[in-house]
């Protein structure tokens, strides 16, 4: 019985990655399409052909603690550890504003107008704007990622699905046990709601929330202490994916705090201080590679299973309050996007323009998050098969309609998407890369003995022939493109101010520089990381653009400094 249970499962993910390997060649003929959303476009149609002739073709039932729980994690993991923790800080203030009170508030509006306008209580209406509002980072990453949208937009519209959607389930999670209460009791909604209610719910969102960070940051930093005096790269995998699930299901199931912000804050805690500190390059690109694999797999295993799953018997039945959602999701997007980004546009000073916010509107797309939790109601729930077909559907239109217009959202708002230039840049970076990762392990297996001295000899003179030819095609590029260039240099440079400011204090740490000292300094890293994130360099071609705090008192004690940018003179 269980051979047989086993093979049934095989031949299921057989027909998923058969389709998958069609649309993949579909995709590669017919050009930039992007493969998620013609992996869910192929779901759909397994759906229909099922729902019509009756036969079944995908016999993998979705669930609430599939997605969540084995699906969600390495989605949410690799995502975070790949996001640039400095670009992330630059930005937190509208980040956090759309991804805690920006839930909170569309959730309210959509509630409050969706009570009119699909007959449900107020409860119920609350319960269905809290399934379907958080934005999606499985969706978000995958299309930004594919359209090679700017660095920074990318950040703002990810960081925030990535963050609301522990929001959205704790605010799912409490309105549940309300509405239960409510239709089990028959009571009022209004009683309720109490200012008392309402007041320990915001408590338990905060507490979840907060308790999700620290499970993140604790789990985070007991994997990166071995990892520090660890360089084995595939124990090193093996850590990687125990933290992954491990802060999941240690934050969610034990602690009952926010899995999902565990494994963010624990992905952006090893995806920049572990790279830094604990990796060395092969470790780096053994870890990044197995992510993204594992990424790639669940992605595709996802988007095919949501458009195979959806009930296209009930969205039919359910057409009209579907059609009705779809604006109206969309209308309790635009009320928390632009008032709060105009908010946090007055006390940061680099504020998100006016195009921007426009694109993180009609990027906020909804996906696995909502459809892991409309399958999570209790059976029997009263309104579950409409609320369904209504998920489903909204989760539809966002995927298919929004996901294939955005490039072309893009290119009207003269937002620039990566080039093929920088297309070219990164393949040779990339190889550059590997390139210097594969002769560090040489050398390292040449010290242990592991391979003979003659076969190092060969190994390194073809691997750094090949590394000369990439660098000298990279000088070539970045002289043909001098906007290249001059993004290459602020990014390089924001990665080496940061390391500047991890010294600083490592130094005030460890007793070496006063407190006062150090404040001053850092201070100093601040003022140069503000001028590199508003696109002005602190260096040129001459000379150094940026006059030191410690030349100035150098001078005053009458120590003969040459000025920046000028060396000493025969």
Same mark, same amino acid.
């Not at 077909?389 to 009207?412: E, Y």
């Given at each position: 019985?269980?051979?047989q249970?086993?093979a ?6 057989l ?6 390997a069609?649309v ?8 930039r399409?992007p493969?998620?959303?013609a ?13 019509v002739?009756g036969?079944q ?6 669930s609430?603690?599939l ?16 996001t640039?923790?400095?670009?992330f ?11 805690v009170?920006?839930v909170?508030?569309s959730?309210i509006v959509?509630?409050?107008v ?8 107020l ?8 399934m ?6 499985v969706?978000v ?38 509405t ?21 719910t ?5 507490l979840?929330s907060v ?6 940051l604790?789990?985070g930093?007991?994997?990166y ?12 995998i093996?850590?990687?994916l125990?933290?992954?699930?491990g ?21 952006l805690?090893?995806?920049n +201080?572990?790279?830094?500190y ?5 470790t ?6 197995t ?16 458009g ?7 969205l039919a ?19 928390a996007v632009?008032p ?7 006390f940061?000073p ?6 921007y916010?426009h ?6 797309l ?6 892991a939790?409309?399958l999570?109601?209790?059976?029997g ?12 559907g ?8 929004q996901?294939?217009t955005?490039?072309r ?8 998407? +990566?080039s093929?230039d ?14 210097d ?5 040489a050398?390292?297996?040449r ?11 060969d ?5 750094e ?8 095609a ?10 290249? +260039?001059?993004e ?5 440079e924001?990665?080496?101010?940061q390391r ?7 130094a005030?740490q ?5 407190g ?9 890293v601040d ?15 001459q000379?150094?653009?940026y006059?030191?705090?410690? +030349?100035?008192?150098?001078?005053e ?12 003179t025969?």
């Amino acid at each position: 019985m269980l051979a047989q249970t086993v093979a049934a499962t095989e031949v299921d993910l057989l027909v998923v990655f058969m389709l998958a390997a069609g649309v993949g060649v579909f995709v590669a003929k017919v050009g930039r399409f992007p493969y998620t959303i013609a992996l869910l476009i192929g779901g759909f149609a397994v759906s229909g052909i099922q729902a019509v002739f009756g036969v079944q073709l995908f016999d993998i039932k979705l669930s609430h603690d599939l997605i969540l729980l084995v699906l969600l994690p390495p989605l949410l993991f690799e995502g975070a550890a790949t996001t640039d923790l400095e670009s992330f800080r630059a930005n937190i203030g509208p980040i956090l504003a759309l991804a805690v009170p920006g839930v909170i508030l569309s959730v309210i509006v959509l509630g409050l107008v969706g009570q009119y306008a699909f007959g449900f209580p107020l409860l119920v209406s609350l319960l269905f704007a809290a399934m379907i509002l958080p934005t999606d980072p499985v969706s978000v990453l995958a299309l930004f990622d594919e359209l090679g949208a700017p660095e920074r937009l990318s950040t703002l519209v990810e960081g925030e699905s990535l963050l609301n959607d522990g929001v959205g389930v704790v605010i799912f999670s409490a309105l549940l046990a309300l509405t239960e209460e409510s239709l089990r009791t028959n009571t009022p909604a209004s009683e309720l709601l109490s200012l008392s209610r309402l007041a320990s719910t915001a408590f338990e969102i905060a507490l979840s929330s907060v308790g999700g960070v620290v499970v993140g940051l604790v789990a985070g930093y007991a994997v990166y202490r071995v990892m520090v005096n660890l360089d084995e790269h595939m124990t090193e995998i093996v850590l990687t994916l125990i933290l992954t699930y491990g802060s999941f299901l240690l934050a969610e199931h034990y602690l009952h705090v926010s899995g999902v912000i565990a494994t963010v804050v624990a992905g952006l805690f090893i995806g920049n +201080r572990g790279v830094e500190y604990a990796m060395s390059p092969q470790t780096k690109l053994s870890i990044f590679n197995t992510l993204e694999t594992a990424a790639f797999i669940v992605n595709t295993f996802i988007f095919v299973a949501i458009g195979a799953t959806t009930p296209v018997r009930q969205l039919a039945e359910f057409a009209v309050p579907i059609v009705v959602a779809i604006p109206l999701v969309l209308l309790a997007r635009v009320v928390a996007v632009y008032p709060l980004t105009a908010i946090t546009n007055r006390f940061t000073p680099n504020g998100v323009p006016r195009n921007y916010q426009h694109v993180m509107v009609w990027g906020g797309l909804h996906g696995s998050i909502p459809v892991a939790l409309v399958l999570g109601l209790p059976s029997g729930f009263p309104p579950g098969n409409e609320l369904r077909a209504m998920v489903f559907g909204v989760v539809a239109f966002s995927l298919v309609v929004q996901g294939l217009t955005m490039s072309r959202l893009l290119d009207r708002l003269g937002i620039a998407t +990566r080039s093929d230039d920088q297309r070219l840049y990164e393949l040779l970076n990339g190889r550059a890369r590997a390139t210097d990762a594969a002769l560090d392990a040489a050398e390292r297996l040449r010290k242990r003995g592991d391979i003979p001295s003659d076969v190092y000899d060969d190994f390194t003179e073809e691997y750094e022939e090949e590394r000369e030819d990439l660098r000298d095609a990279i000088s070539q590029l970045m002289q043909e493109n001098p906007d290249l +260039r001059r993004e290459e240099l602020l990014i390089g440079e924001r990665r080496l101010l940061q390391r500047e400011k991890n010294a600083i204090r490592e130094a005030v740490q460890n007793g070496v520089i006063g407190g006062d000292v150090g404040d001053r300094l850092l201070e100093e890293v601040d003022l140069k990381l503000n001028r590199v994130n508003d696109g002005e360099s602190t260096v040129d071609e001459q000379e150094e653009a940026y006059e030191e705090f410690w +030349r100035t008192q150098a001078a005053e004690f009458g120590l003969d400094i040459d000025p920046p940018g000028e060396g000493t003179t025969d």
